[in-house]
């Protein structure tokens, strides 16, 4: 007889298809034909296994249904998305940056200042170079470039606006990155609540895709803000503005969800600032602004300047503590994206900060030690610091830059400013250092408190 589903043969006493796992049912008759072979004496199911035309339902029919049922479940996949609320969470993302900019641009441009607002958001919200968002308000300020403002007109703030002036004419993202960051933290926060309000359940994809519903809001506004302003490069700026860049976002902010269990994530970002806290200052007690191999030069340096009547070299390299906190923090940002520096004593502060975060791993695990059944459940906890990891990292990337507006730095502020982190090193801070730092050592962190707990006499497979 044949399969009612596929309309294959199958043997007459089967009561489940081999071929597509159909049941089959019991009242169907079957007789035997001429041949010996089983034959269904009820002609009205015979033919349910056919087309009308007579032509049998083979597999490349049965592919197609599948094909037809995968599309239908990415429909409805799209409309069970949470669209209303991740529209409220791109809205956000997008008029916060563009509002900061749209009043800076009332108060300072004179000539259609809406306009140049919108193009410096699709510059901010594309990750793209300062130097841009500096030259337009300087116009606006009557000055063609940073080099024609002289501090000293300034006496009440001259040291702090030297420094500004020295941080924005070297390295202007760097000074902006709080503008830039605003929209995806946005993003991020919205992906996570729509993650863990819409996709209680569901699997990584469900998490991920729930994530992306921030795109509802993002798009049409960086569309409408590109069409009323005739920015240049429409298409190619609404596209990332309003779709690539809310997309990943709000779907790594899903997966964040999916990835880490929010019943221990105060835990997780406790054990993850305690592991950056911890890294800062092990970099501070490490850190020497003139490094082994450079003293004979220093020393050289110095009885040059001794020769010609100078002192002060050996002071300007003697750092005060918030000078040498600034460094640190520049020493320990450039360690977890695995770029030490200082020669040796780089790899030094490199293995110093590792260890910090190896324990904190470690710490974690071993918090939530009752639940661990296996070395690989532990590895998992410990490397839920990213939790907190990734978001001390991030503060410290601010922080850094508006700390040497106020903190004076040897040698040359604008030489300093120079090594900053700029808007195109942000997913390098953010995927290194942020994540996969943190992640990685912290999983050895919470096996090693595996093998400890194993060792204590708990069975740990």
């Known amino acids: 007889m044949e399969c009612q589903s596929c309309g294959r043969d199958v043997a007459a006493d089967a009561t489940v298809c081999p071929s597509c796992g159909a049941s089959i049912e019991a009242g169907q008759n079957v007789t035997v034909g001429d041949g010996g072979d089983p034959v269904d004496s009820n002609p009205q199911q015979s033919t349910q296994g ?104 300034y006496p009440s703030v001259e040291t702090e606006l030297a420094n500004t002036i020295d941080l924005l004419q070297t390295n202007p993202d760097a000074a902006l990155l709080l503008l830039y960051l605003l929209g995806p933290f946005v993003l991020y926060i919205g992906g996570r609540y729509l993650s863990r309000n819409y996709a209680i359940d569901g699997d990584l994809v469900d998490h991920a895709t729930t994530g992306t519903a921030v795109v509802a809001g993002a798009f049409p506004l960086a569309l409408v803000i590109g069409v009323v302003f005739g920015v240049d490069d429409l298409i190619g700026g609404v596209l990332v503005a309003g779709l ?104 030094v502060i490199l293995l110093a900060v590792a260890l910090v975060t190896l324990l904190a791993g470690f710490l974690r695990a071993y918090l939530d030690r009752e639940v661990i059944a296996t070395k690989v459940q532990a590895a998992k906890l410990g490397a839920r610091i990213v939790l907190g990891y990734a978001t001390g990292v991030l503060f410290l990337t601010i922080l850094l830059p508006l700390s040497t507006i106020v903190v004076t730095m040897p040698f040359s502020s604008r030489l300093f400013a120079a090594v900053l982190p700029t808007a195109a090193d942000l997913p390098s801070i953010v995927l290194l250092g942020g994540v996969m730092f943190p992640a990685v050592l912290g999983a050895a962190g919470g096996y090693l408190s595996a093998m400890y707990l194993e060792r204590q006499g708990r069975p740990i497979r």
């Open 244 to 347: 690539v860049v809310p997309a990943t976002i709000g779907a790594l902010g899903g997966l964040s969800v999916f990835a880490f269990d929010e019943d221990t994530g105060f835990t997780s970002r406790i054990t993850g600032w305690l592991g950056v806290a911890g890294g800062l200052v092990v970099t501070y007690l490490l850190f020497d602004p003139v490094p082994d191999r450079a003293a004979a030069q220093l020393q050289e340096i110095q009885q040059q300047a001794a020769a010609a009547g100078a002192d002060t070299v050996a002071e300007e390299l003697t750092l005060t503590v918030p000078q040498k906190l600034v460094g640190s923090i520049a020493g320990f940002l450039s360690t977890v994206q695995f770029e030490p520096g200082f020669g040796s004593q780089g790899t």
């Open 50 to 153: 056919q087309q009308p035309g007579g032509q049998q339902v083979g597999p490349g029919r049965n592919a197609v249904g599948q094909q037809q049922g995968l599309a239908d479940q990415i429909r409805n996949s799209l409309a069970d998305l949470p669209l209303t609320a991740g529209a409220v969470f791109g809205a956000v993302a997008v008029l916060l940056p563009f509002g900061l900019l749209a009043g800076a641009a009332l108060i300072f441009l004179d000539y259609e200042p809406l306009a140049a607002a919108a193009s410096l958001f699709f510059v901010v919200a594309g990750f793209g170079s300062g130097h841009e968002i500096v030259r337009t308000y300087l116009r606006g300020a009557s000055f063609d470039s940073l080099s024609a403002v002289d501090p000293s007109d």
